[in-house]
């Protein structure tokens, strides 16, 4: 089955090219057009500009895609696009133009949920991966633990209560006027550090429910560089920059992590899949594996590039998906559930 799949659910405009075969799911392309330098004056994705940019970019990516792998509309058996969550004009943008494309070349056409996108990026390099799996979805929007018994179902275990863990990543990036997007860029100031800087204190729930909270590395970090005005100036260069982006990388891996060995005692997980984009991050990958191999599971983290959000994860869920009787009637759903 070939099927072409999109995504615009934030600030990437991206189509790629599936061939899901017996042994899984094949990459035959990959497109994306990074809005980066149209948000990064403003440190954060802007809404209606992203939708606009999604607008002029969905044809030229579907076009890209297809010529890439070779094919033509006339050879894809299957439509795939992202549904929702997300925002909700940047969605219409690639749900409205697949969903024409599909009733007018008679293709099956399928809304995918983002989530499950991104789960299944990690199909493409552990097509045989062993059930239940704890599923870490992590980017500038979520910070999700979740049990999948197969492919295409996630029940949710744990969530942030606060900010998602990319926004700690890119709020630093503002704060020390690296950057935008944040995480790539105090990942790299990390892994330059000869040393890191005091640790952060993880917080404490009151209530013992387990869970995550991310917005107290903000407080901390700003009190840093109110401390310390030079950090805020000094740039990617400098030893105490670099030293204070360890330590706050190094608390976001080890608190993302931490409910992993009991969790998955708990349901009997056999395996791990992190995802989203966060999971690009060189110490939680390197801590992942660490912590996979001392507790016996298997671990299954995308490539970078299927990490962030892309439009192969959402052709690789979509090609699991049974398409509805009546697609055309389906529209894009900013706050959609999973199941629904
Ligand atoms: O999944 P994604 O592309 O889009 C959302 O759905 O949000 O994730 C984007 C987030 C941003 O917060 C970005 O800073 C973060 O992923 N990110 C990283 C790294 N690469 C991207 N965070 C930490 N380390 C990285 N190497
Ligand atoms: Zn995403």
Redesign the pocket.
């Known amino acids: 089955m070939l099927v072409l799949g999109l995504e615009s659910?934030?600030d990437?405009c991206s189509a790629a090219v599936v061939e899901e075969t017996v042994a899984g799911p094949v990459l035959r392309s990959l497109v994306r057009e990074s809005q980066d330098a149209i948000h990064g004056p403003f440190g954060g994705v802007v809404p209606e500009l992203a939708a606009r940019e999604h607008l002029l970019q969905v044809r030229a990516v579907m076009a890209g895609a297809l010529a890439q792998a070779g094919a033509g509309l006339k050879d894809l058996d299957r439509l795939a696009v992202t549904r929702g969550p997300g925002l909700v004009g940047s969605l219409l943008a690639t749900f409205s133009a697949s969903k024409a494309v599909a009733w007018r070349e008679g293709l099956d056409w399928v809304g995918v949920h983002h989530l499950l996108g991104?789960l299944n990026a990690a199909r493409f390099a552990s097509p045989d991966l062993a059930f239940p799996a704890l599923v870490l979805l992590v980017?500038?929007?979520?910070t999700h633990l979740y049990l999948a018994q197969d492919w295409i179902s996630l029940q949710l275990l744990q969530k942030t209560r606060d900010d998602a863990a990319?926004?700690a990543?890119?709020k630093t990036a503002r704060m020390l006027n690296l950057g935008y997007?944040?995480?790539?860029l105090?990942?790299a100031c990390a892994r330059a550090a000869k040393q890191a800087a005091d640790p952060f204190t993880p917080p404490k729930f009151r209530d013992g429910k387990a869970s995550w909270s991310f917005s107290g590395l903000k407080t901390g970090v700003k009190l840093r560089v109110e401390r310390d005005p030079r950090l805020a100036e000094a740039g990617a260069g400098d030893p105490s920059v670099q030293g204070l982006c360890r330590s706050l990388q190094e608390a976001i891996a080890a608190w993302l992590l931490k409910p992993v060995p009991g969790l998955a005692e708990i349901h009997g997980a056999r395996s791990l899949v992190i995802s989203?984009?966060?999971a690009?991050?060189?110490r939680l990958r390197s801590e992942a594996a660490a912590l996979a191999k001392r507790i016996g599971l298997a671990l299954a983290i995308p490539e970078p590039k299927l990490?962030?959000?892309n439009g192969a994860m959402i052709a690789a869920a979509g090609a699991l998906l049974t398409p509805e009787p009546d697609p055309w009637s389906q529209n894009a759903d900013a706050d959609l559930k999973l199941g629904a």
Request: net charge negative; charged share 20%; with cysteine.
């Open positions: 659910s934030c990437d991104h980017s500038g929007g979520h990319g926004e990543f890119d997007p944040g995480g790539p105090v990942d989203g984009g966060v690009c991050n060189s990490c962030t959000d």
